[in-house]
């Protein structure tokens, strides 16, 4: 049973000399009067998160990885066996398992069955996923959207930002993108229907860039990166505008946390700023599939992932997300049936 484990605790940017692929030893049966379910493991998701479970202070309630186990994660598997009622050998399911080729885990964590098979399995690590389901709750339940407003979106072209993007277009949003390379800011405004899009590297003035997308300022900020970025969003944000609150990739490696220093503006303009987990929001799961699968099957969202094939291509896929390796969403390919 291959395995990829974390050797120690990291501090700073991850590499990929912080994890090991090993051999480890699993039996391939679920042991009497357990409900554990055994999983093949298929596809992979490459999630930023985890670099905070690497760390030995972790933060409240999201707990560590230990060093000499396995990582876990998200990602797609076929039942093998099941000591649970709801699951059965050849059902295909996506949640929380471990970086292995086999994992036996307890179904009580994140196990959604797969019903849907006529879409790519590995989308179930994206789309139609955890990163799916953030780009839908954080843009209408947390943004609270409205038809013609203005939207501005980091990390735009990634797991997430890709759709909150294509779900605002379809909302009858105006919407911006920044992202790290010529290609993505290309594939913003060429594959996925962004009306606009720069590189947040090439800008020297980010205030003035996000003038010049929005002379009249922005209503929803969908937060991925913080730093930097949110501090020159904050000087153009417009009354009302609501900042749902994802992620802030540019802050997790750093030991020192960037300050921010344009906070006063939520006051000034009424702005909204709302931190939000997807774990919140999983009861929406099957309205999310209703509203989603048919724009896909009509073409009408699209989907761009970056597959890695093999395990021991994980720990390099992993680290690539806190550089912009990855064009689209990270996929590790362990076996594909
Ligand atoms: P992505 O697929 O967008 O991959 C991460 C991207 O972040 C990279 O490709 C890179 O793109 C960008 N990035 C990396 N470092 C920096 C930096 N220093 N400054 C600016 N951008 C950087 O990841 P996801 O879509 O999966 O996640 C996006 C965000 O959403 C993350 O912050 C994540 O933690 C958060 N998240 C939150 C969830 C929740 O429940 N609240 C659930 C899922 C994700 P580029 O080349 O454009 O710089």
């Known amino acids: 049973n291959k395995q990829v484990v974390l050797r120690d605790y990291v501090v700073g940017f991850p ?6 692929t090993v051999e480890g030893r699993i039996s391939l049966k679920v042991p009497e009067d357990s409900n554990d379910v055994l999983l093949k493991n298929l596809y992979l998701s490459c999630d930023p998160y985890m670099r905070v479970l690497m760390s030995k202070i972790s933060h409240e309630g999201i707990g560590s990885y230990t060093p000499g186990s396995p990582l876990t994660g998200l990602g797609v598997s076929k039942v093998l066996e099941s000591g649970h009622p709801d699951y059965k050998k050849g059902d295909l399911v996506w949640g929380m398992t471990k970086w292995e080729e086999f994992s036996l885990v307890p179904p009580a964590q994140i196990l959604f069955k797969i019903e849907h098979t006529d ?3 590995s989308y179930y690590t994206g789309i139609l996923g955890m990163p799916g389901m953030t780009a839908y709750a954080g843009f209408f ?3 609270s959207p409205k038809k013609g407003e203005n939207v501005f979106i980091s990390a735009a072209s990634g797991a997430v930002g890709q759709l909150v993007g294509q779900f605002a277009k379809l909302t009858g949003c105006y919407v911006v993108g920044s992202a790290g390379s010529k290609e993505k800011v290309d594939l913003l405004k060429n594959k996925l229907g962004f ?3 720069f590189n947040y590297k090439k800008e020297s003035d980010l205030d003035a860039t996000l003038k010049r997308y929005f002379p009249e300022g922005i209503d929803i900020y969908f937060e991925n990166v913080g730093g930097k970025t949110l501090d020159a969003v904050l000087l153009n944000m417009r009354f009302h505008g609501r900042i749902p609150v994802c992620g802030m990739i540019s802050q997790y490696n750093l030991t020192q946390p960037e300050g921010v220093t344009n906070l006063a503006n939520l006051i000034f303009k009424q702005i909204r700023m709302e931190g939000f987990t997807v774990v919140k929001f999983y009861h ?3 309205k999310f599939l209703e509203f989603v699968l048919p724009h896909i099957r009509e073409g009408k969202v699209v989907y761009v992932e970056d597959i890695a094939e093999g395990l021991e291509n994980g720990p390099a896929a992993l680290v690539g997300l806190y550089t912009g390796r990855n ?3 990270q996929v590790v390919v362990v076996a594909r049936d």
């Open 15 to 20: 590499k990929e000399s912080d994890m090991n």
């Open 119 to 121: 879409v790519p399995l």
């Open 141 to 143: 339940e947390v943004g």
């Open 195 to 197: 009306d606009g899009a």
């Open 284 to 286: 929406l799961y099957s």
């Open 327 to 329: 064009v689209g969403k």
